[in-house]
């Protein structure tokens, strides 16, 4: 596992976009570039630094295929909570060349959910998987919508929400957790591992326990985010202030191999 420690979470935001960036760039392969993305405020700053180097000519994303992590079951495109909506009003919608055939989001309105997260499945696998899966996880370690003791091997599917999910969630729903859905589609923590290369971003202190969860625990389906310990290209980016509870050892070693990366 490597651990990118910032100073701030506009640095890690840089980084991690240009990271993205170049592996994009260098994609040599006949096949589009396979790129999995996540919602929540954690990526907003990345997917600013992308659509700013797009727009400026920079990156282009004619030739990236993007997967997204998941939705909400029940709520629909124009909701301005869905999570298709939440991408194009903070990324699509700010890309010069990215074509729209080629934007993936699990469809909350379907009539078939479990029906709609095989299709996701087999569709990720026509592509050849994922290159690079960017994500973020919880306060309590989850990635995507597994919640605690899901399955470390689980694939896209339906998740029941829990209760301090919707609480967390319902600042954007008039702080009513009730008006948060109760259920999500997702996809699985064996998706997401299932990926070449995954890149986690972990900001502020409130994540502080689940980055030392995912890096110094045990792997353990009751912090989901553990599950990348046993991924060969892991790679968590994270700002000062989500590190407060790592051991000081653990701190120093990350800091010292990333220094030695530059050189």
């Not at 040599?28 to 600013?48: A, C, H, M, N, Q």
């Not at 180097?53 to 990236?64: D, H, K, P, T």
């Not at 209760?163 to 948060?180: K, L, Y």
């Not at 972990?202 to 599950?227: D, F, M, P, Q, Y």
Request: a negative charge; charged letters at 25%.
């Amino acid at each position: 596992m490597r651990v990118v420690i910032q100073d701030n979470y506009d640095k890690m935001c840089k980084w991690a976009a240009q990271y993205i960036a170049a592996k994009i760039k260098n994609h040599k392969e006949d096949r589009p570039f396979v790129l999995g993305l996540p919602t929540g405020s954690s990526p907003i700053g990345v997917y600013k630094e992308l659509y700013t180097m797009n727009q400026a000519g920079e990156l282009s994303f004619a030739n990236v295929v993007t997967f997204n992590m998941d939705e909400y079951l029940g709520l629909p495109h124009e909701h301005d909570q869905s999570y298709w909506y939440f991408m194009h009003d903070n990324f699509f919608d700010h890309l010069v060349d990215m074509k729209k055939e080629n934007i993936n989001i699990l469809n909350g309105m379907t009539d078939d959910p479990e029906g709609e997260c095989k299709r996701y499945e087999e569709k990720i696998a026509s592509y050849g998987g994922i290159d690079l899966f960017m994500g973020g996880i919880g306060v309590d370690g989850h990635i995507a919508f597994n919640e605690p003791f899901t399955s470390l091997s689980s694939r896209t599917g339906v998740r029941n929400l829990t209760t301090d999910t919707r609480i967390v969630n319902s600042r954007f729903f008039g702080n009513d957790p009730e008006a948060v859905p109760a259920q999500a589609l997702s996809v699985g923590v064996g998706t997401v591992t299932d990926s070449k290369e995954v890149l986690i971003l972990i900001n502020g202190h409130n994540k502080a326990r689940a980055l030392a969860e995912t890096v110094e625990g045990s792997v353990s389906h009751k912090w989901t985010c553990s599950a990348l310990q046993m991924h060969n290209g892991a790679i968590i980016a994270c700002d000062e202030a989500a590190c407060g509870e790592l051991t000081v050892d653990t701190y120093k070693y990350f800091l010292d191999i990333e220094k030695k990366e530059r050189l």
